[in-house]
């Protein structure tokens, strides 16, 4: 995959970016806070209750990535939202190695089109290959798409399946020592589309989720329309096929 005009971010960085700016436009951030509850009555939300107190609105937004269907449940709607977790693995410093991003076709057949895979251990992980060099010199080397709940521990099986891919591209990286690695949730659902919008049987209660790995990068226009939607009534963009009403077509075996 070659894109020319894409770009890259620091998604702490931005996340703090948009903290401080919400902040300077009045909003009151709540960190370590947990929400325990979405408050309903008469057939519409009314808030939520937290481990810091209840707070009451009209409108209440479930952007909780990964963990919006556990939210959503809270008020009693079904949202088939999952983790899908995605190990990455860094190296050591190296000298000039590459200046451009580069992602085996294999990375979107995982997502789209899985039924193409053959390797069965390939298949379970969803391991393909996405390697970038950071400013420090060292490889960010991924990932893997696996449906483990929100278990983000690193394996030692998708080190050695990512790293093997890896190197069918790159026999120089044979010697080269991997330094750390982490791993992450992706919010998985069943149609590899967003859930953007209200849920219909429950007034006031909105979800901008679901987004997969694709979260930070569709931060900024979900945000806007997620805006317009809430204070105009209406989105600038028809958001018709991102409802969270699609889902009463899905049964469990569509799910998994």
């Known amino acids: 995959l070659y894109s020319p005009t894409s770009g890259k971010v620091n998604p702490i960085r931005l996340t703090f970016a948009y903290v401080q700016a919400a902040k300077r436009l009045g909003a009151q951030v709540l960190s370590n806070t947990e929400v325990t509850d979405v408050l309903v009555k008469m057939g519409r939300v009314m808030g939520v209750e937290t481990s810091k107190g209840t707070y009451y609105a009209d409108q209440v937004i479930d952007a ?14 079904d949202l088939p939202i999952r983790p899908r977790k995605g190990q990455l693995f860094i190296t050591e ?19 789209f089109k899985p039924e193409a895979v053959g390797d069965k251990a390939v298949l379970r992980m969803g391991a393909s290959l996405s390697i970038e060099q950071t400013e420090n010199g060292g490889l960010v080397i991924g990932s893997t798409r696996e449906f483990v709940g929100y278990d983000r521990e690193n394996t030692l099986e998708a080190m050695e399946v990512t790293m093997r891919r890896a190197m069918r591209f790159f026999p120089a990286l044979k010697d080269v020592n991997i330094i750390r690695a982490f791993a992450g949730l992706r919010p998985f659902t069943p149609d590899g589309i967003p859930v953007i919008g209200e849920v219909e049987k429950l007034p006031g209660f909105f979800v901008a989720a679901g987004h997969e790995g694709d979260g930070i990068a569709l931060a900024p226009i979900t945000g806007k329309l997620m805006a317009e939607l809430l204070v105009q009534g209406k989105s600038s963009y028809p958001l018709e096929a991102f409802s969270p009403n699609r889902f009463r077509r899905w049964s469990e075996g569509d799910f998994e």
């Open 64 to 77: 909780a990535g990964s963990w919006a269907a556990e939210i959503a449940a809270m008020a009693g709607v």
């Open 93 to 111: 410093p190296l000298g000039p190695f590459m200046d451009v991003t580069l992602q085996c076709a294999r990375y979107n057949v995982i997502k």
